[in-house]
């Protein structure tokens, strides 16, 4: 089987614990090349990194016939243009969460999906890890019974404030970094993509920003959920699934292995109560980022879309849009 050959546009510090650690686990993978608007730090980063390849522009890294696909670290604000031009380019695309500011942007990502034919996938890594399919078959086999209320809350403090996430010109802001992943849960489970935004409340930071978001959502199916995000508040990563007949809990859901070394460390907790009696589910042991390039490189050499697809993330984003209408944003 011949390796497939992946390029980063840009040296995020994402990479760092998203993309560099489970590439060098992943047989038939390779990394070429990384790319920076700034050739002497590309030039820093591939030395630092053992990569082949440097680029001071991402149109070179794009024009290397070598490179089969492009893993896209990007702020927010630049997804859907080099999402894009990368398809453009006959490359396959990793693209960070979430892949563009708005629904329209991510209509034209999946509209160039369809003309080019390439694989796409947007980085929510946690849906690729053993526990998401666990979950999936407890509550879609009836194991809690009609799942009635969803509540997923994820809020990590950032304290350096020239970062991204701060920015509102490069599409910063709780909902979309960090509020995107219980919103995706909450879609996930529910099982349905139409929902009304019941009520929705941001409490903005001094650089114009969303720091934390709150929304309610009933979707059409009549599950109700609850989402929390906070880039400026701790809120213990967590999520909760009420059906008429049991309940999920589950510690750390976004991000539930974590990599030390040559050693992968499970931080997740998965309490399943069915009537009186309580389950504790376990997993096998891999980071969420192992299992989402595996499963991405899988989809490439099969030609099927990854279950973040395209279309998934349009539907993704039209909640998002609908909640930060609602929030006043």
Same mark, same amino acid.
């Given at each position: 089987?011949?390796?497939?050959?992946?390029?980063?546009?840009?040296?995020?510090?994402?990479?760092?614990?998203?993309?560099?650690?489970?590439? %060098?686990?992943?047989?038939?993978?390779? !990394? $070429?090349? /990384?790319?920076?608007?700034?050739?002497?730090? @590309?030039?820093?980063? =591939?030395?630092?990194?053992?990569?082949?390849?440097?680029?001071?522009?991402?149109?070179?890294?794009?024009?290397?016939?070598?490179?089969?696909?492009?893993?896209?670290?990007?702020?927010?604000?630049?997804?859907?243009?080099?999402?894009?031009?990368?398809?453009?380019?006959?490359?396959?695309?990793?693209?960070?969460?979430?892949?563009?500011?708005?629904?329209?942007?991510?209509?034209?990502?999946?509209?160039?999906?369809?003309?080019?034919?390439?694989?796409?996938?947007?980085?929510?890594?946690?849906?690729?890890?053993?526990?998401?399919?666990?979950?999936?078959?407890?509550?879609?086999?009836?194991?809690?019974?009609?799942?009635?209320?969803?509540?997923?809350?994820?809020?990590?403090?950032?304290?350096?404030?020239?970062?991204?996430?701060?920015? %509102?010109?490069?599409?910063?802001?709780? !909902? $979309?970094? /960090?509020?995107?992943?219980?919103?995706?849960? @909450?879609?996930?489970? =529910?099982?349905?993509?139409?929902?009304?935004?019941?009520?929705?409340?941001?409490?903005?930071?001094?650089?114009?920003?969303?720091?934390?978001?709150?929304?309610?959502?009933?979707?059409?199916?009549?599950?109700?959920?609850?989402?929390?995000?906070?880039?400026?508040?701790?809120?213990?990563?967590?999520?909760?699934?009420?059906?008429?007949?049991?309940?999920?809990?589950?510690?750390?859901?976004?991000?539930?292995?974590?990599?030390?070394?040559?050693?992968?460390?499970?931080?997740?907790?998965?309490?399943?109560?069915?009537?009186?009696?309580?389950?504790?589910?376990?997993?096998?042991?891999?980071?969420?980022?192992?299992?989402?390039?595996?499963?991405?490189?899988?989809?490439?050499?099969?030609?099927?879309?990854?279950?973040?697809?395209?279309?998934?993330?349009?539907?993704?984003?039209? !909640? $998002?849009?609908?909640?930060?209408?609602?929030?006043?944003?």
């Amino acid at each position: 089987m011949e390796n497939l050959r992946f390029g980063i546009l840009s040296t995020a510090s994402v990479n760092e614990y998203a993309f560099l650690p489970p590439i %060098k686990k992943t047989p038939c993978v390779e !990394l $070429l090349a /990384i790319a920076s608007r700034d050739l002497k730090k @590309a030039a820093r980063y =591939a030395a630092e990194h053992g990569i082949p390849e440097a680029y001071g522009e991402y149109e070179r890294l794009l024009a290397d016939p070598e490179i089969d696909c492009v893993f896209i670290p990007l702020p927010v604000s630049m997804h859907a243009e080099w999402a894009i031009r990368s398809l453009e380019a006959g490359k396959h695309v990793l693209c960070e969460k979430p892949v563009a500011v708005n629904a329209d942007e991510a209509r034209a990502i999946a509209a160039k999906v369809k003309e080019t034919g390439k694989i796409f996938a947007e980085a929510f890594h946690y849906r690729y890890h053993p526990f998401a399919a666990r979950v999936e078959s407890i509550v879609r086999s009836g194991g809690i019974g009609e799942v009635q209320h969803i509540f997923a809350v994820h809020g990590v403090p950032l304290m350096d404030k020239s970062k991204v996430q701060f920015s %509102k010109s490069l599409a910063g802001g709780a !909902l $979309l970094d /960090i509020g995107c992943y219980p919103v995706n849960f @909450a879609r996930w489970i =529910a099982g349905c993509d139409e929902a009304t935004v019941t009520a929705a409340r941001a409490k903005l930071t001094r650089s114009g920003v969303d720091g934390t978001i709150r929304a309610n959502l009933k979707f059409e199916n009549g599950i109700d959920a609850e989402i929390h995000g906070s880039l400026v508040r701790y809120l213990p990563m967590s999520a909760r699934i009420k059906g008429t007949k049991g309940e999920i809990y589950i510690m750390s859901p976004f991000n539930p292995a974590v990599q030390t070394g040559k050693i992968v460390v499970d931080i997740y907790m998965i309490i399943h109560r069915e009537g009186l009696k309580v389950h504790n589910i376990r997993v096998p042991s891999i980071t969420s980022y192992h299992a989402q390039l595996e499963a991405f490189c899988e989809a490439v050499r099969t030609g099927s879309q990854p279950i973040t697809n395209a279309d998934e993330a349009v539907a993704n984003m039209r !909640l $998002l849009d609908a909640i930060r209408e609602k929030a006043g944003l």
